[in-house]
């Protein structure tokens, strides 16, 4: 784990309200880990690692200020990381995500063989080489004509994990969880995640946790 | 006497078991104030358990910890002075941490009691609230531990800190920590968040209740807690009169800042 000063290289607009944010530096990361990024916000907050054209980059949502920060105005951003575990899995995998997972996409294509199913809200604003879904219709559609997989890996929106959940029961399904972060290192004890074993902390037990593990009362 | 160079601790939650120091030049770093341990191992609460908004950060954590008996066992290895937070649901409860903690008590610097931990039931905050039962919970402390560096840690709901550092003082303890979060709600969309409110809103609060233990009791160590984002923040606390600058939620901000108010602690208390 490194103190981070990150220059912003530059941003692509995905959808409506998703960028995917380019680095100058090279971090050394595996693919799952991430960082814990500065905005004018009091709480750093939490930003998958991945790659895109080459270069480090995250996906962001701008949901509130400090995410519209970071796409908008930053210029160099304080952070630490990388943090959490990386994942790898042999095999063939599919992906499951929403854009805002574009770039650790890229980074699990990089070291696994997988295929990905991207699914949003709003329509694509740039070409994407992997299958897309746009709306909860064609979303469903498409999760259930997919093939095959030794494994699953989901990484979205609580709704899009209970579906993917229901839909792919009895097979091998990972999730990469959200859950409210003010450390990333393990010290606040703010990231608890109820499992089968007792309480984790997605920041450092996770953030990718076998679906089976985890509680989904 | 405690001495810590610098006058800077991490404080008690933030600090968690010591993880920040891997982000920092331990030279500027007095101390950690580490994770309340209770009794018993606590889950802590359901999440959302942190929000933050402009001025404040709000948490309801639950006092999660492994437990004292399992603290004891493993106790943490630090490469600058640690200082022990003890928590309890009652009475009994906070008597029978103190024991369990005796066996390793020469490991550490200070013992603070939270005396006002917003997030639980029974005890931290309500214990204060019954003023005979805590002054006998002071002494009995007192009594169990008699070579510790005891510090009480107190807020400003339930008793008066002026009151509170009064209790303190006759019952022999050392020090006290100004102040602990206030009891606040937040909204998270449409999820209520009843919790301990810290950062920025809280320094005018800490201000005045280290101001007026100060004015009373020059002599009684303290510890200021509240909403220490910079230098400045740093010096106006000791203007009122702190022996060591407290930093929490501040570190969830940007860690780098311990070391620039760090800097400024050695250069001023020399
Ligand atoms: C996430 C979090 C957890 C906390 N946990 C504890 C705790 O276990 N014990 C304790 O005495 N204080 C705890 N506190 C209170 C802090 O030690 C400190 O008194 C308070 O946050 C005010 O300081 P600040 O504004 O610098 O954060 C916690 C605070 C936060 C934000
Ligand atoms: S974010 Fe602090 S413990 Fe996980």
Redesign the pocket.
């Known amino acids: 784990m490194e103190r981070l000063l990150l220059t912003k290289k530059k941003t692509i607009r995905v959808n409506e309200d998703t960028w995917i944010v380019l680095f100058e530096e090279r971090i050394d990361f595996s693919p799952g880990q991430f960082v814990m990024l500065e905005t004018p916000k009091l709480v750093r907050k939490p930003f998958v690692l991945g790659y895109w054209e080459d270069h480090t980059a995250i996906s962001v949502q701008v949901k509130g200020k400090g995410t519209k920060w970071i796409v908008e105005e930053a210029e160099k951003i304080k952070g630490h990381g990388p943090l959490g575990n990386g994942f790898e899995k042999p095999g063939k995998g599919l992906l499951i995500i929403s854009p805002t997972c574009l770039t650790m996409a890229e980074a699990l294509r990089k070291k696994m063989n997988v295929d990905v199913l991207v699914g949003s809200r709003t329509p694509f604003q740039i070409p994407l080489e992997h299958e897309t879904a746009v709306g909860d219709e064609e979303f469903l559609r498409k999760l259930s004509s997919t093939g095959e997989y030794d494994w699953y890996l989901v990484s979205g929106s609580r709704g899009m994990e209970k579906v993917c959940w229901e839909h792919l029961r009895g097979k091998e399904v990972y999730f990469s969880l959200e859950e409210y972060m003010?450390c990333g290192i393990g010290a606040?004890?703010?990231c608890a995640v109820f499992t089968k074993e007792g309480v984790k902390h997605v920041c450092t037990d996770g953030p990718i946790f076998r679906g089976d593990e985890l509680c989904w009362s | 006497m405690l001495e810590l160079k610098p006058p800077l601790v991490l404080?008690?939650?933030?600090?968690g078991f010591g993880e920040y120091l891997k982000l920092m030049d331990h030279r500027y770093v007095g101390g950690v104030?580490l994770?309340?341990v209770t009794l018993h191992p606590k889950e802590g609460n359901p999440t959302p358990?942190?929000a933050d908004s402009d001025f404040y950060?709000?948490?309801r954590?639950g006092?999660e910890?492994p437990g004292i008996h399992a603290f004891v066992e493993n106790v943490p290895e630090l490469p600058v002075p640690m200082i022990a937070?003890l928590?309890g649901d009652s009475f009994e409860e906070y008597l029978e941490v103190a024991r369990v903690f005796k066996k390793v008590a020469d490991r550490f610097h200070a013992v603070?009691f939270?005396f006002?931990?917003p997030?639980v039931k029974e005890g931290g905050l309500s214990i204060v609230k019954n003023a005979e039962e805590w002054k006998k919970l002071l002494n009995t402390l007192r009594k169990e531990l008699p070579d510790s560096f005891l510090i009480a840690?107190v807020g400003v709901e339930g008793i008066f800190v002026e009151d509170a550092a009064e209790f303190v003082m006759k019952t022999g303890w050392d020090g006290i920590?100004l102040?602990?979060?206030v009891r606040g709600l937040h909204f998270e969309k449409d999820t209520m968040i009843l919790g301990?409110l810290?950062?920025?809103v809280?320094?005018p609060i800490?201000l005045r209740a280290v101001y007026e233990v100060k004015k009373r009791f020059p002599e009684l160590f303290v510890i200021a807690?509240?909403?220490?984002?910079s230098v400045k923040d740093a010096e106006e606390f000791l203007k009122v009169g702190a022996d060591v600058i407290?930093?929490?939620?501040?570190?969830?901000k940007d860690p780098g800042v311990v070391e620039e108010i760090g800097k400024y602690l050695l250069e001023v208390k020399r």
């Open positions: 003010g606040c004890k703010s | 404080l008690s939650g933030p600090a104030l994770k309340t358990r942190m950060v709000i948490n954590i006092l910890n937070s928590g603070e939270n006002s931990c997030n840690k920590t102040v602990n979060t301990g810290s950062g920025p809280l320094k800490a807690s509240g909403g220490v984002y407290g930093v929490g939620s501040a570190l969830f």
